[in-house]
T-cell receptor, first 116, second 111 residues
Framework: NAGVTQTPKFRILKIGQSMTLQCAQDMNHNYMYWYRQDPGMGLKLIYYSVGAGITDKGEVPNGYNVSRSTTEDFPLRLELAAPSQTSVYFC???????????????FGEGSWLTVV | RKEVEQDPGPFNVPEGATVAFNCTYSNSASQSFFWYRQDCRKEPKLLMSVYSSGNEDGRFTAQLNRASQYISLLIRDSKLSDSATYLCVVITNTGGFKTIFGAGTRLFVKA
């Protein structure tokens, strides 16, 4: 049961570098999300997607970009990394249904990013 | 006002204690409610869904009060392993399903 898979798990970037965090889910979920979580803080939504070809900004989109060319994949691109982007990044997905079906959100294990 | 608010805690309780967390939400059109648990340096995981009639899973009981727009989580007979952050999650259909996480309530259970 793969669920939501994120790579890499850990990464150190230098200021100004760019990188892509990969996220894939094998549950055929329409909705996918990227969150960041700073130490001791709650989750903040960066971007989300309601289906292939459709993406939208969350609370904190500046400095990030996403794409959703397939249902399975939702990569997060960091352009010109800054120390403020040091955080843990979680990818998540869920289906859309009635409350009885749960609407459960499934998370990847997280990607720890440090920008120095 | 935040869309979903939780008492940040921390709650420090001895083993065997009963502890209750509350979560309030601002949008009366909210449809689905959940409690998630997050261990240190781990991803959030579903603890339980919250149904209108209330529901129980072992030592955990969740309640929903739509009139007052809050949900609650009761943990009975606390175990050391219950130490974690508990996140309230609300899903609202506002022309697209919007998923909102509370900031979480930290629980420490002591021996």
């Amino acid at each position: 049961n793969a669920g939501v898979t994120q790579t890499p798990k850990f990464r150190i970037l230098k200021i100004g570098q760019s990188m892509t965090l990969q996220c894939a889910q094998d549950m055929n979920h329409n909705y996918m999300y990227w969150y960041r979580q700073d130490p001791g803080m709650g989750l903040k939504l960066i971007y989300y997607s309601v289906g292939a070809g459709i993406t939208d900004k969350g609370e904190v989109p500046n400095g990030y970009n996403v794409s959703r060319s397939t249902t399975e994949d939702f990569p997060l691109r960091l352009e010109l990394a800054a120390p403020s982007q040091t955080s843990v990044y979680f990818c998540a997905s869920r289906t859309v249904g009635t409350a009885a079906s749960g609407n459960t959100i499934y998370f990847g294990e997280g990607s720890w990013l440090t920008v120095v | 006002r935040k869309e979903v608010e939780q008492d940040p805690g921390p709650f420090n309780v001895p083993e065997g204690a009963t502890v209750a967390f509350n979560c309030t939400y601002s949008n009366s059109a909210s449809q689905s409610f959940f409690w998630y648990r997050q261990d240190c340096r781990k991803e959030p995981k579903l603890l339980m869904s919250v149904y209108s009639s209330g529901n129980e899973d072992g030592r955990f009981t969740a309640q929903l009060n739509r009139a007052s727009q809050y949900i609650s989580l009761l943990i009975r007979d606390s175990k050391l392993s219950d130490s974690a952050t508990y996140l309230c999650v609300v899903i609202t259909n506002t022309g697209g399903f919007k998923t909102i996480f509370g900031a979480g309530t930290r629980l420490f259970v002591k021996a």
